[in-house]
């Protein structure tokens, strides 16, 4: 069973969330509803999955997310998704820079959605776990620069529907596409 922090200000919807991982019989979920309190909670608990909003209370989400990405952070490799309703592009290159694994907009998924993208995010990092080794940084291909810093790591897989790439090179309403979509070979 994997153990999952929550760290969610809108008690509604952390308590839907919750709810709705825990029936699934896969998650144990503890929740946070500040940053601060989400930061007490990963110093005397180490967890596989933190899903943190940004816009928090006391600390922001980002800020915790630097504090779990400092090299001498027990967290620096939990991995982690924000769970938002802040789409700026801005914010989301940043999180990536900082390390996030991962975002998912609240309003485009329900909380059934979120359960399945987070099993999937899990059946990746098995997946990736049973591949052979990764070349060294010396002979390895550099990502392209579409692709978001974080997805070019091999150790833990990016959750980002293919309509949500954090990257955008229009301006326009339309969905990104993936590069292999632009690229039929």
């Not at 952070?73 to 989301?92: A, F, M, R, V, Y």
């Not at 810093?149 to 790439?165: C, E, F, G, M, N």
């Amino acid at each position: 069973m994997k153990t999952i922090l929550l760290v969610e200000d809108d008690f509604h919807i952390q308590e839907i969330y919750r709810t709705t991982f825990i029936k699934t019989g896969n998650y144990t979920v503890e929740t946070a509803s500040d940053g601060q309190e989400a930061l007490v909670k990963l110093g005397s608990h180490i967890y596989d999955l933190i899903l943190l909003d940004i816009m928090l209370p006391k600390v922001t989400g980002i800020d915790v997310l630097r504090a779990m990405r400092a090299p001498t952070s027990p967290t620096k490799d939990t991995p982690i998704i924000l769970i938002t309703n802040l789409g700026q592009e801005d914010i989301i290159k940043e999180a990536f820079k900082i390390g996030a694994d991962g975002y998912l907009i609240k309003a485009q998924f329900t909380p059934l959605d979120i359960v399945r993208e987070v099993d999937a995010f899990f059946q990746q990092m098995k997946e990736m776990q049973n591949q052979p080794a990764v070349p060294s940084a010396e002979t390895a291909v550099p990502a392209p620069a579409s692709i978001p810093v974080a997805a070019a790591t091999p150790s833990v897989p990016v959750v980002q529907p293919p309509y949500q790439q954090p990257v955008s090179q229009s301006s326009s309403s339309q969905p990104a596409t993936t590069p292999a979509a632009e690229n039929p070979q």
